[in-house]
């Protein structure tokens, strides 16, 4: 089975852009979600959707939206980019979205530069 | 507020020894404690979780020691390899697949 899959791999904006980057979970999987690495601040969760619903937000500012599709395929967008929001953005994804034996798989991530 | 405070922040071991690293929790909540580990260029790759109800648990050279009392738990890895050298992070979650809190990483070295 093909893991999750993430577009593109590397990315470059300016500041004052827009950035829209795409995940593709695991066949099968519902739920899909969204963190930022940075080597500061770590991992943080940004938001997880579950059957096209977003059930779950981080800290992140609204500049920081997201979606899924009925396919399960997901898309998260950032506005009016800062220098600060250069880092890696994981996708990761699970079947049911929560459960006893339920578990999250994330994709390579997306490695976004602000300039 | 961090959640999760992991230690060490780096970590050298010889080839053979044994590798620990240590988590504390502050939300009692959390029902769902997995360990990820990370190689450059990767995402996290799931390694071994426990839930608060067990105390320890193995998975081959892996060990998950958990203390509900303390809010602690570690990652104990035994005959530590060369190809063990990543990033290890634990987190928490309120549930198995859910939204993960992690702690901020120990970059574990193995020397040959």
């Known amino acids: 089975k093909a893991g999750v899959t993430q577009t593109p791999r590397y990315l470059i904006k300016t500041r004052g852009q827009q950035v829209t980057l795409s995940c593709s979970p695991i066949?099968?999987?519902?739920?899909v979600s969204w963190y930022q690495q940075t080597p500061g601040q770590g991992l943080q969760f940004l938001f997880e959707?579950?059957?096209?619903?977003?059930?779950n937000k981080g800290n992140f500012p609204g500049r920081f939206s997201g979606r899924q599709f009925s396919n399960s395929r997901s898309e998260m967008n950032v506005s009016t980019l800062e220098l600060g929001d250069s880092a890696l953005y994981l996708c990761?994804?699970?079947?049911?979205?929560?459960?006893?034996?339920?578990?999250?798989?994330f994709g390579p991530g997306t490695r976004l530069t602000v300039l | 507020q961090q959640q999760v405070k992991q230690s060490p922040q780096s970590l050298i071991v010889q080839k053979g020894g044994i590798s620990i690293i240590n988590c504390a929790y502050e939300?009692?909540?959390?029902?769902?404690f997995p360990w990820y580990q990370q190689f450059p260029g990767k995402g996290p790759a799931l390694l071994i979780a426990?839930?608060?109800?067990?105390s320890e648990k193995k998975e081959g050279r892996f060990t998950i020691s958990f203390n509900k009392s303390a809010k602690q738990f570690s990652l104990h890895i035994m005959d530590s390899q060369p190809g063990d050298s990543a990033t290890y992070f634990c987190?928490?979650?309120?549930?198995?697949?859910?939204?993960?809190?992690f702690g901020k990483g120990t970059t574990l070295s193995v020397s040959s």
């Open positions: 987190a928490a979650s309120m549930e198995a697949g859910t939204a993960l809190i």
């Open positions: 426990i839930r608060p109800d067990v």
């Open positions: 066949s099968g999987h519902r739920s």
């Open positions: 990761a994804s699970s079947l049911l979205g929560g459960g006893r034996t339920d578990t999250q798989y």
């Open positions: 959707y579950f059957s096209e619903t977003q059930r």
């Open positions: 939300n009692t909540a959390f029902d769902y």
